[in-house]
């Protein structure tokens, strides 16, 4: 079993970047496919980007793509969202997910394990 605590979120202005970091503890970490949600006030939780165990294949919904790049360490049993060029629509609360297995999926109920989360906040 995995657990995860994510940090890294805060306020900014739209235009600046925000690393986003998931910390992982348990065993199972170095063969989990991870990915990041986001969801925002009234909306649902949304796919924003996945990495599978090894670091190689990754996956972004198409809003994101060019902005945000996902990355893990599996050493240190990190994985980040590097986010740039924020803009307001990127506001939410950003959520780290785990799930076995070798395929990234981008729905919520694939993912088994979830972090708190962290606040992001862009402002205009």
């Known amino acids: 079993q995995v657990q995860l605590v994510e940090s890294g979120g805060g306020l900014v202005q739209a235009g600046q970047s925000l690393r986003l970091s998931c910390a992982a503890s348990?065993?199972?970490?170095?063969?989990?496919?991870m990915a990041w949600f986001r969801q925002a006030p009234g909306k649902e939780r949304e796919f924003v980007a996945g990495?599978?165990?090894?670091?190689?294949?990754?996956s972004y919904r198409d809003s994101v793509k060019g902005r945000f790049t996902i990355s893990r360490d599996n050493a240190k049993r990190t994985v980040a969202l590097q986010i740039n060029s924020l803009v307001p629509e990127d506001t939410a609360v950003y959520y780290c997910?785990?799930?076995?297995?070798?395929?990234?999926?981008?729905?919520?109920?694939?993912?088994?394990?979830w972090g708190q989360g962290t606040q992001v906040t862009v402002s205009s």
């Open positions: 990495i599978n165990w090894t670091g190689r294949n990754t």
């Open positions: 348990g065993r199972t970490f170095g063969t989990s496919v």
């Open positions: 997910a785990a799930r076995s297995g070798a395929t990234i999926a981008t729905t919520q109920d694939d993912y088994g394990t």
